[in-house]
T-cell receptor, first 115, second 114 residues
Framework: DAGVIQSPRHEVTEMGQEVTLRCKPI?????LFWYRQTMMRGLELLIY????????DSGMPEDRFSAKMPNASFSTLKIQPSEPRDSAVYFC?????????????FGPGTRLTVL | AQKITQTQPGMFVQEKEAVTLDCTYD???????LFWYKQPSSGEMIFLIY??????QNATEGRYSLNFQKARKSANLVISASQLGDSAMYFC???????????FGKGTRLHILP
């Protein structure tokens, strides 16, 4: 079975540009999570959805960040305008909430570099 | 207060030795779950093992086992017969039942020496 799919795997952009990261969760999972990982701050939860509804976006750093989940098989994280401090690895993870373990499975990540 | 504490930022271990990575947690919930993830240098986050708070037996998955001591709020990862490929960052994490979020520790970087 396919795991969590993220695209692109690498993104290099210039400050001020819009960046869109994409995620396809594991089929049948009903929760989706967006994380950001940097050396300085470690792994941070940005937002998570349950049944396509945003449940907690308290980790979204500022209004430049937005996330959507239009259906159970697709989510986007958008940064507009991007800034150099947004450079990080962005992970998407999914889980089945309500199961015994609700284990989150991570995608391979998108390495974002903002110049 | 930190919910997940990993006190060993880095460890060096000789190949084939057993390794114990420490993790303590803080929660007032009676029902919770504990996880360990591995992040090799390639960057992906790999789920290793899960322990439920009501599980009486320590979880095991191949060479990985979780030494769960509930009264001490400790969930150490034990890797038996370490291999060079075990060199990676290891994260301990917890989910409290009232929530779907997982809280991660800061990680321990493990180096296996040949």
């Amino acid at each position: 079975d396919a795991g969590v799919i993220q695209s692109p795997r690498h993104e290099v952009t210039e400050m001020g540009q819009e960046v869109t990261l994409r995620c396809k969760p594991i089929s049948g999972h009903n929760s989706l999570f967006w994380y950001r990982q940097t050396m300085m701050r470690g792994l941070e939860l940005l937002i998570y959805f349950n049944n396509n509804v945003p449940i907690d976006d308290s980790g979204m750093p500022e209004d430049r960040f937005s996330a959507k989940m239009p259906n159970a098989s697709f989510s986007t994280l958008k940064i507009q305008p991007s800034e150099p401090r947004d450079s990080a690895v962005y992970f998407c993870a999914s889980s089945f909430f309500g199961g015994e373990a609700d284990t989150q499975y991570f995608g391979p990540g998108t390495r974002l570099t903002v110049l | 207060a930190q919910k997940i504490t990993q006190t060993q930022p880095g460890m060096f271990v000789q190949e084939k030795e057993a390794v114990t990575l420490d993790c303590t947690y803080d929660t007032s919930d009676q029902s919770y779950g504990l996880f360990w993830y591995k992040q090799p240098s390639s960057g992906e986050m790999i789920f290793l093992i899960y322990q439920g708070s009501y599980d009486e037996q320590n979880a095991t998955e191949g060479r990985y086992s979780l030494n769960f001591q509930k009264a001490r709020k400790s969930a150490n990862l034990v890797i038996s017969a370490s291999q060079l490929g075990d060199s990676a960052m290891y994260f301990c994490a917890m989910r409290e039942r009232r929530d779907d979020k997982i809280i991660f520790g800061k990680g321990t970087r493990l180096h296996i020496l040949p």
